[in-house]
């Protein structure tokens, strides 16, 4: 006799974690709406002469054969782009997976140390993996609290610092000598420098990684490169480090089809520095829209995405989904009590985005 699964009862197995049990699922529903400014995107697809290059190379690779074992062909091609040794890059699908990886590392059994608020991808793995997660509150104008974190530092035992520059979710950009001081403060840590939207902050921490073996920085390919549907992000490490984290990573991670995409975008750099630009020409000129807006501020950001603080953030992500427009709510996190976070969008959907919220003032 063969016997059927009972129906769904809602009860979780009895094998599964109590930490993966008690942790809410990634807190995202997406809406398929025109104009979309809610996960902090490149509003522009790569470019099409690359994307038919990128597909011609794909059609003519054998697709029965396994990628690189570790990516090895693009991890060159990525310390080339970056002036880095090959040994020191790990390449994975997306960042949030070496976020994952960096906690196993340094966060099980150990501290995971960050701030709030702070993206929430630290938090949920940290709490996912049983690691003891610390977070020390932000100045209110989003600085780093530099003195509370080296407190927090000195009184734990060694685990995994994240610092974000710029930071996500506020868009702040703190003085080099406040994130140097940290590093140096966080001897026998971890210290990972997530620099997932470097290119609009204006800071570009390479050389601090150089000189100290304890850190590593973060990219992605899915920013300002506009790849965000490729899935792919990279670590800048000392080889020692690196090596180790390598070991977490399964293998074959990363596809033929985006190795041969990140490729074709490697050797064609310059149309990212031309998007970025465009970036930081709208990001002022809607920030200098908003100013003279009646209820609604819009704070200051190195990144590609701003704060709009309103008196009623419920009603005005409301008001903006009538208008075709979706954006991320904030308002329930720390410090950013009435706070909408906005991606910089295309000319179009930035006139877009000031006529809806005009019609607010």
Known sequence: MTSTPSADTGTTPAGVRAAVRDVPAYPFTPLDVPIKLDQNENPYDFPADLKAEALSRMAARPWNRYPDLHADTLRERIAAFEDWDAAGVVVTPGSNVLIKLLTELGGIGQTVLTVNPTFSVYTLEAQLLGAELVQVPLNADFSLPVEA??????????????????????????????????????????????????????QDHRNLIRAHPHCLSL??????????????????????????????????????????????????????????????????????????????????????????????ASATYTHLLSRGIVVRRQDRLHLLEGCLRVAVGTPAENDALLAALAELA
């Open 149 to 202: 974190l080296k407190a927090e530092l000195a009184a734990r035992e060694p685990g995994v610092l994240y610092i974000t520059q710029p930071h996500a979710p506020t868009g702040h950009v703190d003085a080099e000598r406040d994130v140097r001081a940290l590093i140096d403060a966080a001897r026998g840590w971890i210290v990972v420098l997530d620099e997932a939207y470097y290119q609009y902050g204006g």
């Open 219 to 312: 990219r992605t390919f899915s920013k300002a490169w506009g790849l965000a549907g490729l899935r792919l992000g990279y670590a800048l490490a000392h080889p020692e480090l690196a090596g180790q984290l390598q070991k977490l990573v399964p293998a074959f991670n990363v596809s033929l089809l985006a190795q041969t995409a990140l490729e074709v975008a490697l050797e064609n750099p310059a149309y990212v520095q031309q998007r970025v630009a465009e970036g930081l020409r709208e990001r002022a000129r809607v920030l200098e829209a908003l100013a003279a807006h009646p209820t609604l501020e819009a704070l200051l950001s190195g990144s590609n995405f701003f704060l709009l603080r309103s008196p009623d």
